[in-house]
């Protein structure tokens, strides 16, 4: 499986973007897809997952609210709809998926692949 992020950029306090994380192979009903976020000289944190069968979400509490993780099964792409963005959501996101999800959704050893990343920037 390939992961491919897209729809980083720069945005300013309060704005929105949406995230895209298409995935090239299968993707199995039992797998979870999921958005970890880097931001400067911080390590690797969860912010969302959803599970490929059931749909069922979970979100770091910092983005409860604020993010939508979404999926389109026909198409193989998880969204990330980001609203009333802060300075401190700035980071590197990337998107991840497992083979077979274990419960772990939070954590990074959780997944399988990972996407090369897109830059979020929130300017105040």
């Known amino acids: 499986v390939q992961l491919q992020a897209s729809g980083g950029g720069l945005v300013q306090a309060g704005g929105s973007l949406r995230l895209s994380c298409a995935a090239s192979?299968?993707?199995?009903?039992?797998?979870?897809m999921g958005w970890f976020r880097q931001g400067p000289g911080k390590e690797r944190e969860f912010v969302a997952a959803?599970?490929?069968?059931?749909?069922?979400?979970y979100y770091a509490d910092s983005v409860k609210g604020r993010f939508t993780i979404s999926k389109d099964n026909a198409k193989n792409t998880v969204y990330l709809q980001m609203n009333s963005l802060k300075p401190e959501d700035t980071a590197v996101y990337y998107c991840?998926?497992?083979?077979?999800?274990?419960?772990?959704?939070?954590?990074?050893?959780?997944?399988?692949?990972w996407g090369q990343g897109t830059q979020v920037t929130v300017s105040s």
């Open positions: 959803i599970r490929w069968s059931s749909g069922n979400t």
């Open positions: 991840a998926a497992d083979r077979y999800y274990t419960g772990t959704y939070y954590s990074w050893s959780e997944y399988d692949y």
């Open positions: 192979g299968r993707i199995f009903s039992s797998s979870a």
